[in-house]
């Protein structure tokens, strides 16, 4: 009998030992998960993983509802570009894509004015505002007059330019020097931003015409970028 009872005694014993662990480890683990950051209910390490600052930013979001087609046709010494932008959006946005000069009969539209820059292998062609250079004391910021797109539509534009391709700043910091023809990448860039992020001024020309403009510093807070390669190998000119 006293046999029987002192294995019973043992047996209860090791569940009470088993039990005692499988506590210590429930709690373990346990603190292991709080101690962890969540952030909307998933560890931080797991967020690193699968989330890019991109994803996270509004223009990432901002960009799949303004979209940009852009292709290039070469034609003897010209390059005929083609774009469209189209608006998706709920309001109505406005392309920074009218480039102007100054010319000896007052101020000169002209579709065919970008802006090029090379950029290692790829040349860029650029219809949007370009900061002033923070070494450059300017009295007037150029700030291209606007496009506006309404909800759902889309506008296009040809541009025509010759080939080789030239470099242009609207600020004049590209001088002449030892000019060589090189073949490039070509990228089209146009600026844009959305129906209330500033202000849009109305300027009634003589000839009956309007014109969208808006202030260079807030354009320049504002302004979204959109780009995308048009063309493979294209002469262009560069110092």
Same mark, same amino acid.
Do not use: H
């Given at each position: 009998?006293? &046999?029987? &009872?002192?294995?019973?005694?043992?047996?209860?014993?090791? @569940?009470?030992?088993?039990?005692?662990?499988?506590?210590?480890?429930?709690?373990?683990?346990? !603190? !292991?998960?709080?101690?962890?950051?969540?952030?909307?209910?998933?560890?931080?390490?797991?967020?690193?993983?699968?989330?890019?600052?991109?994803?996270?930013?509004?223009?990432?979001?901002?960009?799949?509802?303004?979209?940009?087609?852009? !292709?290039? %046709?070469?034609?003897? +010494?010209?390059?005929?570009?083609?774009?469209?932008?189209? +608006? #998706?959006?709920?309001?109505?946005?406005?392309?920074?894509?009218?480039?102007?000069?100054?010319?000896?009969? *007052? @101020?000169?539209?002209?579709? &065919?004015?970008?802006?090029? +820059?090379?950029? *290692?292998?790829?040349?860029?062609?650029?219809?949007?505002?370009?900061?002033?250079?923070?070494?450059?004391?300017?009295? #007037?910021?150029?700030?291209?007059? @606007?496009?506006?797109?309404?909800? *759902?539509?889309?506008?296009?534009?040809?541009?025509?330019?010759?080939?080789?391709?030239?470099?242009?700043?609207?600020?004049?910091?590209? @001088?002449?020097?030892?000019?060589?023809?090189?073949?490039?990448?070509?990228?089209?860039?146009?600026?844009?931003?959305?129906?209330?992020?500033?202000?849009?001024?109305?300027?009634?020309? #003589?000839?009956?015409?309007?014109?969208? #403009?808006?202030?260079?510093?807030?354009?320049?807070?504002?302004? &979204?970028?959109?780009?995308?390669?048009?063309?493979?190998?294209?002469?262009?000119?560069? %110092?």
């Amino acid at each position: 009998m006293m &046999n029987r &009872n002192f294995f019973t005694g043992a047996w209860w014993g090791c @569940l009470i030992i088993v039990g005692c662990l499988l506590a210590a480890c429930t709690v373990a683990a346990t !603190e !292991e998960l709080t101690d962890t950051p969540v952030e909307n209910g998933t560890p931080t390490a797991q967020m690193e993983q699968t989330m890019t600052v991109e994803d996270m930013t509004p223009k990432a979001t901002m960009g799949t509802a303004v979209t940009l087609q852009a !292709e290039a %046709q070469r034609q003897a +010494n010209t390059l005929v570009v083609t774009y469209r932008v189209t +608006n #998706s959006l709920d309001k109505t946005i406005y392309l920074v894509n009218r480039l102007f000069q100054w010319t000896a009969n *007052g @101020l000169s539209l002209d579709p &065919n004015l970008i802006y090029a +820059n090379r950029e *290692g292998e790829t040349v860029q062609l650029v219809k949007a505002l370009l900061p002033v250079p923070d070494d450059l004391d300017v009295e #007037s910021p150029i700030v291209p007059f @606007l496009t506006a797109v309404p909800p *759902g539509e889309t506008f296009s534009e040809i541009i025509t330019l010759p080939l080789p391709l030239m470099p242009l700043d609207p600020y004049g910091q590209l @001088l002449p020097g030892d000019w060589v023809t090189n073949e490039s990448f070509v990228q089209f860039v146009v600026g844009w931003f959305k129906d209330g992020d500033t202000a849009v001024s109305v300027q009634s020309q #003589s000839d009956g015409s309007t014109l969208l #403009s808006a202030e260079y510093g807030e354009v320049r807070q504002v302004q &979204n970028l959109l780009q995308t390669t048009i063309s493979g190998q294209i002469p262009t000119t560069i %110092q």
